[in-house]
């Protein structure tokens, strides 16, 4: 009778450490897009290509992302957003902290997918600010998470103290205006820690 006792608690220990594992973003697989509108009718897609971040065990979630890994096709719009706009040299990452229900993550079975909304606290330029954010999050092969913005996420570049540098931008190249609101959307891949 002892044994079976001992072999349910290592079983069930087993299953709960599974259950807990940490998640950790596939930056191979993940995306973040940003859109820029300027003399208030031209709108551009940029992306942040360097990205990290992970779920832990208790549901607590981090993404970083690395500012000079701004991509907009042209490099010295790249330089000058690095540099006049976010300020690399003294903040060089973003960061976006949320806590998820690992219970209902984890009961997900394959193919399947909930919708959620998150406050997400958006650490960017010194400041910081909570936003609500509505998330699809879909279970894939292998323990993976593919979570993803279901509507675009609008930033004020005034929360962030970002006016004066988009000023700076919009004087630089000649324009009559640069959007002070910007959207951004996201399309995140988990896998599951060993």
Known sequence: MKWIVNALFVLAASVSVNCLADWTLNAEHSQLHVVSVKNAAMAEVHQFTKLDGKVDAKGQVSVLIDLASIETQIPI????????????????MAKISTKVDVAKV???KLGESMAMVLPCVVQLHGKEKTLEVAVSVVALAQGQLQVASIKPVVLALADFELIQGAQALQDIAKLNSIAVQVPVMFNLRFAKAN
Do not use: C, G, K, Y
């Not at 330089?79 to 903040?91: S, V």
């Open 77 to 92: 719009r790249n330089e000058r957003m690095q540099t006049m706009l976010f300020d690399t040299a003294n903040f060089a």
């Open 106 to 108: 984890n009961a997900l």
